[in-house]
């Protein structure tokens, strides 16, 4: 079965700092990868998703992903975090076959000071 | 294209009282999913529906959550009685085929008090 580990819980930056988020799966094959923002009170917003092909996926808002097979991670980056980035973040995997669900990771929270 | 519609929004109830949330999906999508969302944690897949039948449901407390999908379409998700535990926000989502075009909803926020 599909796992994720996010194993911040909570990070800090400032505004205009550079932001990677960790994201580590356990998936026997090769997974479908995802992130997810959430806003205070919101639903879950799709930031970028890697099926197959470039390693390297970008998204929106600035974000991008890079898939590395051999550490098993999906870690998040940004160049520079905007304020209105403060949000908890969701990385997800599912299954490349079949009909199976995500399963998401526990999350962690940005916060970003002026 | 319209997204996922659920409602209620908000839901405040007493516990042991009972309380059922709606979802209509996007036109087309065959399968649907309820997720369960407590403060400070990820999504937890309830239950799994593709067209009308049930995928997987192995983590729905069967002795009080029930949900159905009536005709393929919309779905109802039902808590009787309810626990303070089920305080969460319940989350629906819908795909056309497996993971592509997963889109959720905005959710509904359940308070037990």
């Known amino acids: 079965a599909q796992s994720v580990t996010q194993p911040d819980i909570h990070i800090t930056v400032s505004e205009g700092a550079s932001l990677e988020l960790r994201c580590n799966y356990s998936?026997?094959?090769?997974?479908?990868l995802f992130w997810y923002v959430q806003s205070p009170g919101q639903g879950l917003q799709l930031l970028l998703k890697?099926?197959?092909?470039?390693?390297l996926v970008q998204g929106i808002k600035g974000f991008e992903a890079e898939f590395k097979r051999s550490q098993s991670s999906f870690n998040l980056r940004k160049p520079s975090v905007h304020w209105s980035d403060a949000a908890e973040y969701f990385c997800a995997v599912g299954a490349n076959s079949g009909n199976t669900p995500l399963v998401f990771g526990k999350g962690t929270r940005l916060s970003v000071i002026a | 294209e319209a997204g996922v519609a659920q409602s209620p929004r908000y839901k405040i109830i007493e516990k042991r009282q009972s309380v059922a949330f709606w979802c209509n999906p996007i036109s087309g999508h065959a399968t649907l999913y309820w997720y369960q969302q407590i403060l400070g944690q990820g999504p937890k897949l309830l239950i799994q529906f593709q067209n009308n039948g049930v995928v997987d449901d192995s983590q729905l407390p069967k002795d009080r959550f029930s949900a159905e999908r009536l005709k393929g379409v919309d779905s109802t998700l039902k808590i009787q009685p309810a626990k303070l535990e089920d305080s969460a926000v319940y989350l629906c989502?819908?795909?056309?085929?497996?993971?592509?075009?997963?889109?959720f909803g905005s959710g509904t926020r359940l308070t037990v008090v």
């Open positions: 998936y026997g094959a090769t997974p479908y």
């Open positions: 890697y099926f197959s092909g470039d390693t």
């Open positions: 989502a819908s795909s056309p085929r497996g993971l592509y075009g997963y889109t």
